[in-house]
């Protein structure tokens, strides 16, 4: 039985026009050919289960076969899909030592966790681990956008500019409004009751019950 979120995918392992060498067809159909021929009972079942459907056991599958390990049966390194993974791979590596570097992500970038408590990573999969929670709304990806690069409409980015005035949060209660002020302490921004904001899915929650934070007047 084979439970895949792309019965698509799954079919192209059976269609020897889209392989790139002969041996890989060869293969795959040698290892088909004896699984049928070893039992007249044996058979294949496909299920059609979309990852929209949200399945719980997606995330744990989706997790282990990241890490697993496997050794291919078969040369496969000359191979068109090869390289080009290869190639996607080396691209994204580099992105991510970028991203670490806080001169090419800005000193100022605020840096969020996933529900494992480890820190995001640049990912182009379902929209990256930012889009995939807020690029559904253009007023929300923009005030996110805002926070998370602290370009804000916020005393502490006037300060930046004018650093010769006196900025005071306008709560009254802090000398001056911050993002990390107003994203634990302000009593401006209390809609929402969880006091934790390191992870990105509270971090959303938070702006989505605190509309003005962050916000042009």
């Known amino acids: 039985m084979v439970i895949t979120n792309s019965l698509h995918a799954t079919k192209k392992i059976f269609d020897s026009s889209v392989h790139s060498y002969q041996i890989h067809s060869a293969a795959i159909s040698q290892e088909i050919r004896e699984f049928f021929s070893r039992d007249f009972h044996n058979h294949i079942k496909f299920w059609d289960c979309p990852s929209k459907k949200k399945w719980l056991l997606h995330y744990s599958v989706n997790k282990d076969t990241k890490s697993m390990v496997s050794m291919p049966s078969f040369p496969y390194k000359s191979s068109w899909d090869f390289c080009r993974k290869t190639e996607c791979n080396i691209i994204l590596s580099q992105w991510r030592m970028l991203f670490q570097a806080s001169d090419s992500k800005g000193k100022n970038f605020l840096d969020l966790l996933n529900d494992d408590l480890n820190p995001l990573k640049p990912s182009s999969i379902e929209k990256g681990p930012w889009l995939q929670l807020f690029g559904h709304s ?23 500019f004018f650093p010769e005035e006196e900025f005071v949060c306008p709560c009254g209660n802090y000398p001056i409004e911050t993002r990390w002020h107003i994203l634990h302490e302000c009593k401006r921004f209390n809609n929402y009751w969880n006091l934790r904001r390191d992870t990105i899915a509270h971090f959303m929650l938070f702006l989505q019950f605190n509309s003005s934070a962050f916000s042009f007047e």
Not at 139 to 155: D, G, K, Q, T, V
Request: with cysteine.
């Open 138 to 160: 253009n007023l929300l990806c923009a005030c996110s956008s805002r926070a998370i690069m602290n370009h804000a409409p916020i005393e502490k980015y006037w300060l930046r």
